[in-house]
């Protein structure tokens, strides 16, 4: 037996924790965000919001183009069931929530290691509801991620190359007071002087 059908079983016999997991599938993807928002405030933010952020959107492109080529059955419509959300029948695998926060984990882990736990802790919550509310499989959230966490990998590297433009840009916000200035000065990639984004601190 599935972990899906496991799960369908305990459904109506804990009212409460029905409405949880229907919140946690349906909302808690925009407080995984809101978290994620904080690297703003870190000296690495910039680099590691735009490996999340363009990771994020990047992925879900993937999940969709991985979607039009696998219509993988959703478990309600295998199994026969009512979701507990409202959701349509399209491509099961990936996930697009968890492609997007896979990308927030791991842009988060690189620009402030404990800021990305509580991003991770927060995909798994969303994770585990996916699934409990019917519209996943678990290897649907666990690709998912994985699509994420790989996309937010490539561009964190990637945006090294960069380096020059991004200090640039956040040298401006920072002066305009869009960015917060740090401690000693210095911008969010090979920072002189200041600890850089790939010897960071937590």
Not at 139 to 146: A, E, K
Request: charged share 15%; aromatic share 10%; hydrophobic share 55%.
């Amino acid at each position: 037996m599935n972990a899906n059908v496991d799960l369908h079983q305990l459904w109506g016999r804990w009212p409460l924790l029905d409405r949880a997991m229907e919140f946690s599938a349906s909302y808690v993807i925009v407080l995984g965000a809101a978290v994620f928002m904080l690297l703003w405030f870190r000296r690495d933010g910039l680099r590691a919001g735009l490996a999340g952020g363009i990771g994020g959107l990047v992925a879900v492109g993937i999940a969709f183009e991985i979607g039009a080529v696998w219509d993988r059955t959703r478990p309600f419509v295998a199994e026969h069931w009512v979701p507990l959300i409202s959701h349509g029948r399209d491509a099961s695998f990936p996930s697009d929530h968890l492609a997007a926060l896979g990308a927030l984990t791991v842009g988060a882990w690189m620009g402030w290691r404990a800021l990305g736990g509580v991003v991770g802790l927060i995909a798994l919550v969303v994770a585990v509801a996916r699934v409990y509310v019917g519209v996943h499989w678990p290897s649907d959230v666990i690709g998912g991620f994985v699509i994420g966490g790989l996309a937010a990998l490539v561009l964190w590297y990637a945006l090294a190359a960069a380096a020059r433009p991004i200090n640039r840009i956040d040298e401006l916000l920072q002066r305009h007071r869009l960015r917060p200035r740090f401690d000693g000065g210095g911008s969010a990639i090979g920072a002189p002087g200041a600890r850089t984004a790939l010897s960071r601190e937590d």
